[in-house]
């Protein structure tokens, strides 16, 4: 009768009066059954072994590969395996915290190819009161290396939308068993290959989550990573358009010297790439060559990483990078330390190594862009893609979809979120759409994380710059719990981490496609000096 009871008070909320809904919750919803972690090892699932069931209470895990994990609150450890064909071990972990629980669930995702699963997640959703889950993708290894997919159609499969979801399923009747009632809420958190799989969800298994917090989405994979082919060709095809990160940062100061103040505050970083037009021209080496300018090739390959990928018609396989932020953002991922050496090359590489062509010799600058794209669809995009803008399912049972992506993101293009954000309204219309679904492009944010700008606003469990419950998750929970609308967010940026952080600048988000503007007095570092503004998408 408790979990009964329990759906009865959930359904019946919003007709009681507090009170007697405080009492409903009181006498029907009891404290958590820590006493019964260790029973959830004969928990049955379909397809499921349930490995480990331990109640952990030192306060701190050591996870693979030997990292500890401290300041954790007493709570119930669940591992488990998932087999749903025989070419399939998904593994997946259930984290429930013993006491003050929140009653929400919080799912984990994954980055790059995945391979691991996101413990550092589940110990930021817990210290937060979250019950929360995450899954390795239905394999192991590190997140640039592909290998594992080599003639295993079943693993894309599970790394593209089934891990995921039958992950999902397994931990909501965890928490369900452990606690005596199901989570009131469902909400997922994730960025990069995690946006990828959070748009998956809402788009195939509407049910799952009640609100997505969806970053830097790598949804459009297969143009993401054919767009790579091309770029790499004209960027390193030829060693002499090969550019040095040594010469990254002449490009920073330049573009930033065309751009930075037309928002009409200086500030280190680029408020709306959309509007700015800087040209690399401006760099060509007058004579001879230094770290101040470019050369003639190494100008043509500055244009194409801003441009990105096309085919063979001159058709956009994907938009390239913004400008602004190339020192020292592109470094790792885009330039790498010689060519051929940028995690973004990697990628590519394992992608149509080992997932489209099944040819370990494959070779980025021998392909054929027009047949590495055509490949790439045609074998994984139904797996790997999701671009559906049809999500009236979701929208149908209430679900909320807040998207965010750093403008001076290095790794996934900024305006392939814009494109799929824009898809969903037209599909749905824009009334529909803005009653669901909402972005913020953030001005001055790298990969998910990080950057020149204030890139600090709640996701994926770091600091929100209002203190705890000011960030975009509890926004997201707001807008599916109590329906009220999304209101501004504001980001910051700290010098230092853990308790000797220090704030040095807020701004606000604003919804796209409004800017931040500076009203024209006190600090610029202060967000209460700044109004969003409405603007018209110029790209």
Known sequence: MLVADGRLCRMTRTLL?????????????????????????????????ITMALRVTTGGVVIPPETSLTGLPAFCRVTGEIRPTTDSMIKFEVWMPETKWNERFLGVGNGGFAGTIGYGGLAANLRRGFATAGTDAGHVGDSEDASWAYQHPEKIKDFGWRALHLTTERAKKVVAAFYGRPARQSYFDSCSDGGREALMEAQRFPEDYDGILAGAPANNWTGLLSSGVDVTQ??????????????????????????????????GFIN???????????????????????????????????????????ESIMSGYAMGDEWPGWKDWVIGSGPGSGSGLGYVQNFFRYMVYDDPKWNVLAADVDDAWKHANDKTAAELNATNADLSGFAARGGKLILYHGWDDPAISPWSTIAYYESVRKQMGPEKADGFIQLYMVPGMEHCVGGPGPASFGQLGLPEANGPGSGMLPVLEEWVEKGT????????????TGKTATMKMTRPLCPYPQVSAYKGTGSTDDATNFVCREKSPSK
């Open 17 to 49: 009066s507090a009170a007697v809904a405080t009492a409903c919750l009181t006498v029907a919803m009891p404290a958590a059954r820590a006493a019964d972690c260790a029973s959830l090892q004969s928990l049955k699932l379909s397809e499921t072994t």
């Open 234 to 267: 004209v960027t390193a095809g030829d060693p002499a358009g090969y550019i040095s990160n040594m010469k990254l940062p002449a490009i920073t100061r330049a573009a930033l010297a065309a751009c930075d103040a037309q928002d009409g505050v200086k500030d």
């Open 272 to 314: 709306d790439p959309a509007e700015c037009h800087f040209d690399p021209k401006v760099l060509l080496c007058k004579s001879g060559n230094s770290l101040d300018c470019l050369t003639a090739p190494q100008v043509r390959s500055l244009a194409k990483f801003y441009q990105g990928g096309t085919s063979s018609h001159g």
């Open 485 to 496: 609308p999304v209101k501004e967010i504001v980001a910051a940026k700290f010098d230092g």
